[in-house]
């Protein structure tokens, strides 16, 4: 098995607050990994301590094979890391000022130095995958928000990334445009992309995620196949947890 | 008391061509100051949002020094100061073109920070994870877009800039008002000359507050 990410006693705090608590977790190729929680549990400062966007204070983290130092020490292997690692913002995070088809083509050519014409059939093509090949040249505000966050995978997908970061990438959409993104994430995992999603969306945790994982105050309390943590879970808190999001 | 004035047109007529000499020197020093405070304005204000505190302390204390000080003094501390620790006189016009620029530049500072500040915590997260660098992710992401909200705030401090080049008369340029100044000592018709200077003044300034708004309506069109 290859490890993608790996933890091991991971601690992040906050000021005085401990958000994440001796965090082990690691991801294999291939596997989607989806983290759930209330909100405030950790959960997303978890997969952002992955790409760097969170400096982590103690214990061990490793990106395809790169290692990252507490504290934002080692900034070479945090710029390879974030080379491979795409993400996906629950507020999108589009570039206002940049037509869509240049928020796709941007990093390939800022970061890798991708000719403009290859960068721009390959924005093309994503822009086809994910469904919004006729908005090409439109400003991100012009598009819907379900839109403009299938954008926002394409311009992740565009570095040819090994592994994807989804934080609550459906939570700032209307309910009816929630499937259209859900859609493209699948779409993607059935492709064998490697994927660490959180997200609120159980139904999809359920049917996509090869492994589920609750959060509890900055713990792991459970993780396992999502029918065992869903049907079974041995946790109380867990429990609690799911009873509670999973009544209506 | 009775005032027996009559706004004499003829003699507003006449200084026209005399003032109209002073356009090019109000214009120079002007633009020619806020170009070079434009280039002040980015280097300081970037520098004072720096997370490095020797960086950051002399930005601030620039600013601090040049918002905190009439531009007066500024100007009077150039021409008349300046010279005695360089050895040697500076001209009129250098030295307004001095004041303006470090003066503006102190503001445009201010400009350059808010822009830069206001602008949304997310685009910089989606260019680093985008493997962007902090430099790459700053000029292409973050700038062009605090750059558009600066349009504003700049054009109302090259307005103010424009009218403080009229205390340079103090020292001598040939701007508006000194050309108003010495037309006057020959002619003794103030009210006419000086609402000649001032409808002068009012015509540069509506005339860029006039592009400003295109420029501006422009670059918000695509946003």
Same mark, same amino acid.
């Given at each position: 098995?290859?490890?993608?990410?790996?933890?091991?006693?991971?601690?992040?705090?906050?000021?005085?607050?401990?958000?994440?608590?001796?965090?082990?977790?690691?991801?294999?190729?291939?596997?989607?990994?989806?983290?759930?929680?209330?909100?405030?549990?950790?959960?997303?400062?978890?997969?952002?301590?992955?790409?760097?966007?969170?400096?982590?204070?103690?214990?061990?983290?490793?990106?395809?094979?790169?290692?990252?130092?507490?504290?934002?020490?080692?900034?070479?292997?945090?710029?390879?890391?974030?080379?491979?690692?795409?993400?996906?913002?629950?507020?999108?995070? !589009?570039?206002?000022?940049?037509?869509?088809?240049?928020?796709?083509?941007?990093?390939?050519?800022?970061?890798?130095?991708?000719?403009?014409?290859?960068?721009?059939?390959?924005?093309?093509?994503?822009?086809?995958?994910?469904?919004?090949?006729?908005?090409?040249?439109?400003?991100?505000?012009?598009?819907?928000?379900?839109?403009?966050?299938?954008?926002? /995978?394409?311009?992740?997908?565009?570095?040819?990334?090994?592994?994807? !970061?989804?934080?609550?990438?459906?939570?700032?959409?209307?309910?009816?445009?929630?499937?259209?993104?859900?859609?493209?994430?699948?779409?993607?995992?059935?492709?064998?992309?490697?994927?660490?999603?959180?997200?609120?969306?159980?139904?999809?945790?359920?049917?996509?995620?090869?492994?589920? @994982?609750?959060?509890?105050?900055?713990?792991?309390?459970?993780?396992?196949?999502?029918?065992?943590?869903?049907?079974?879970?041995?946790?109380?808190?867990?429990?609690? $947890?799911?009873?509670?999001?999973?009544?209506? | 008391?009775?005032?027996?004035?009559?706004?004499?047109?003829?003699?507003? /007529?006449?200084?026209?061509?005399?003032?109209?000499?002073?356009?090019?020197?109000?214009?120079?020093?002007? $633009?020619?100051?806020?170009?070079?405070?434009?280039?002040?304005?980015?280097? $300081?204000?970037?520098?004072?949002?720096?997370?490095?505190?020797?960086?950051?302390?002399?930005?601030?204390?620039?600013?601090?020094?040049?918002?905190?000080?009439?531009?007066?003094?500024?100007? !009077?501390?150039?021409?008349?100061?300046?010279?005695?620790?360089?050895?040697?006189?500076?001209?009129?016009?250098?030295?307004?073109?001095?004041?303006?620029?470090?003066?503006?530049?102190?503001?445009?500072?201010?400009?350059?920070?808010?822009?830069?500040?206001? /602008?949304?915590?997310?685009?910089?997260?989606?260019?680093?994870?985008?493997?962007?660098?902090?430099?790459?992710?700053?000029?292409?992401?973050?700038?062009?877009?605090?750059?558009?909200?600066?349009?504003?705030?700049?054009?109302?401090?090259?307005?103010?800039?424009?009218?403080?080049?009229?205390? $340079?008369?103090?020292?001598?340029?040939?701007?508006?008002?000194?050309?108003?100044?010495?037309? @006057?000592?020959?002619?003794?018709?103030?009210?006419?000359?000086?609402?000649?200077?001032?409808?002068?003044?009012?015509?540069?300034?509506?005339?860029?507050?006039?592009?400003?708004?295109?420029?501006?309506?422009?670059?918000?069109?695509?946003?």
């Amino acid at each position: 098995m290859t490890h993608i990410v790996q933890m091991k006693g991971m601690n992040k705090y906050f000021g005085k607050l401990h958000v994440l608590k001796d965090i082990d977790l690691s991801v294999e190729q291939g596997e989607v990994v989806v983290i759930i929680g209330a909100s405030g549990s950790g959960k997303s400062t978890l997969i952002r301590c992955v790409n760097g966007l969170e400096e982590f204070e103690s214990g061990h983290l490793e990106v395809e094979g790169q290692k990252l130092a507490p504290k934002g020490g080692n900034q070479e292997a945090l710029s390879n890391i974030r080379k491979e690692v795409g993400m996906v913002f629950q507020q999108f995070n !589009l570039f206002p000022h940049l037509t869509v088809k240049k928020n796709i083509m941007l990093a390939p050519q800022k970061v890798k130095n991708t000719p403009q014409t290859v960068a721009n059939a390959t924005a093309e093509r994503l822009l086809e995958r994910v469904g919004i090949g006729s908005q090409a040249d439109k400003y991100p505000t012009h598009l819907s928000g379900g839109q403009q966050q299938r954008v926002a /995978i394409a311009r992740a997908l565009a570095m040819e990334p090994r592994l994807m !970061l989804f934080d609550e990438p459906t939570s700032a959409l209307d309910p009816e445009m929630i499937g259209e993104v859900l859609d493209v994430m699948r779409e993607l995992a059935r492709e064998g992309m490697t994927m660490m999603v959180v997200t609120h969306e159980m139904g999809f945790a359920r049917e996509v995620a090869d492994r589920v @994982i609750y959060i509890h105050e900055g713990q792991i309390v459970e993780q396992g196949k999502p029918d065992d943590v869903f049907d079974n879970p041995q946790n109380e808190r867990t429990q609690a $947890f799911l009873s509670r999001v999973l009544a209506h | 008391m009775d005032s027996q004035f009559q706004f004499d047109w003829q003699a507003a /007529i006449n200084s026209i061509p005399f003032l109209i000499k002073g356009i090019p020197y109000t214009l120079l020093i002007s $633009f020619g100051g806020l170009m070079i405070g434009f280039a002040l304005g980015i280097i $300081f204000g970037l520098l004072s949002i720096n997370k490095k505190w020797f960086l950051r302390w002399p930005a601030t204390a620039y600013i601090e020094i040049f918002r905190g000080t009439p531009i007066l003094v500024q100007v !009077l501390f150039i021409f008349y100061g300046l010279p005695d620790l360089i050895g040697g006189p500076i001209d009129p016009l250098t030295a307004g073109i001095a004041a303006i620029a470090l003066n503006s530049g102190a503001y445009i500072s201010e400009v350059v920070r808010g822009g830069v500040q206001s /602008i949304d915590k997310g685009q910089s997260e989606a260019g680093l994870s985008l493997g962007l660098s902090r430099t790459q992710t700053f000029w292409s992401i973050i700038w062009p877009q605090a750059f558009r909200r600066m349009i504003p705030p700049l054009g109302n401090q090259a307005i103010v800039s424009i009218k403080d080049t009229s205390l $340079f008369s103090v020292i001598g340029v040939g701007e508006l008002v000194r050309q108003g100044q010495v037309y @006057i000592a020959s002619t003794f018709t103030a009210f006419e000359v000086y609402f000649v200077v001032a409808i002068m003044y009012l015509a540069i300034t509506l005339s860029l507050s006039l592009i400003l708004r295109l420029v501006e309506r422009r670059g918000l069109a695509s946003v």
